[in-house]
C-alpha cells in the first residue's frame, strides 16, 4: 500500500512569491492535516479535512495561506505571498476511520530567501 | 488545551543498552490517545507505539514499550537494546478520543536521541 505521499521535497523562493505544496493521502483516508514543523520543534496543526470539508482551520493564518481538498482526495496548501517565517517543513498526514494513528508523508521543506 | 511535555532536548546511549524517554502532558479529559513517533533525518514521522488511555497496560512493540500514568499524566518510552538505527527525534503525541473541533495530534517539542557505537 502506497503511503502518504507530498510534492516537492524541496522548494526555494524568493519572498513575496507563491508556492504550493502537494499531498496525496493514503486511500481509503478520509481524514487529511497539514502540519507545520519549525527546525527543532515538533508539528503545529494548520488544518485538518473530513473528505472535502476544512473542519478545523483555526491554526490557519488565513491572509496569505490557503488550502483545498477537492473530490475529498488531493489537497493543495499555498501560501501567497510567502514571507521569510514561512521557511518550514510543511508535513500532510492522513488517518484511516475508527483509529487514533496518523500516517505522515515525507514533507516538502521550504526555503525563503 | 492540551499540552505535552517533553523536558529532555537530547539524549545518548550506548548501543545495545536501555534509555528512556520521558513525556508528561496535561489534559481534563479522561479518554484519549498517546504516541510515540520517530523522526529520522529523512523527515517522515514513523509510528513507533500507540497508548489508549483507557487501557490499563502498557503498550509494548518488540525493543520499545511505555510506562503509562494516568493519574501522573506521565507517557515514558523505554527503548531496549538500542540500535544504530533507533537515532532520531522522537515525539510524544496526544490526541483526543472523540475527535471534533479538537482533533490533530498535539506535539512535544521532541527529545533527540544519540545512539554511541
Known amino acids: 500500500e502506497a503511503g502518504v505521499v507530498q510534492s516537492p521535497r524541496y522548494k526555494i523562493i524568493e519572498k513575496k512569491q507563491p508556492v504550493a505544496f502537494w499531498c496525496n493521502p493514503i486511500?481509503?483516508?478520509?481524514?487529511l492535516y497539514w502540519y507545520l514543523q519549525n527546525l527543532g520543534q515538533g508539528p503545529e496543526l494548520l488544518i485538518r479535512?473530513?473528505?472535502?470539508?476544512?473542519?478545523?482551520d483555526s491554526q490557519l493564518p488565513k491572509d496569505r495561506f490557503s488550502a483545498e481538498r477537492l473530490k475529498g482526495v488531493d489537497s493543495t496548501l499555498k501560501i501567497q505571498p510567502a514571507e521569510l517565517g514561512d521557511s518550514a517543513v510543511y508535513l500532510c498526514?492522513?488517518?484511516?476511520?475508527?483509529?487514533?494513528?496518523?500516517?505522515f508523508g515525507e514533507g516538502s521543506r521550504l526555503t525563503v530567501l | 488545551a492540551q499540552t505535552v511535555t517533553q523536558s529532555q532536548p537530547e539524549m545518548s546511549v550506548q548501543e545495545a543498552e536501555t534509555v528512556t524517554l520521558s513525556c508528561t502532558y496535561d489534559t481534563s479529559e479522561s479518554d484519549y490517545y498517546l504516541f510515540w513517533y520517530k523522526q529520522p533525518p529523512s523527515r517522515q514521522m514513523i509510528l513507533v507505539i500507540r497508548?489508549?488511555?483507557?487501557?490499563?497496560q502498557n503498550a509494548t512493540e518488540n525493543r520499545f514499550s511505555v510506562n503509562f500514568q494516568k493519574a501522573a499524566k506521565s507517557f515514558s518510552l523505554k527503548i531496549s537494546d538500542s540500535q544504530l538505527g533507533d537515532a532520531a527525534m522522537y515525539f510524544c503525541a496526544y490526541r483526543s478520543w472523540t475527535g471534533g473541533g479538537a482533533d490533530g495530534l498535539t506535539f512535544g517539542k521532541g527529545t533527540h536521541l544519540i545512539i554511541q557505537p
Open positions: 486511500s481509503g483516508h478520509n481524514t
Open positions: 479535512y473530513e473528505n472535502e470539508e476544512a473542519v478545523d
Open positions: 498526514a492522513s488517518r484511516p476511520a475508527r483509529t487514533g494513528e496518523l500516517f
Open positions: 497508548q489508549e488511555a483507557y487501557k490499563q
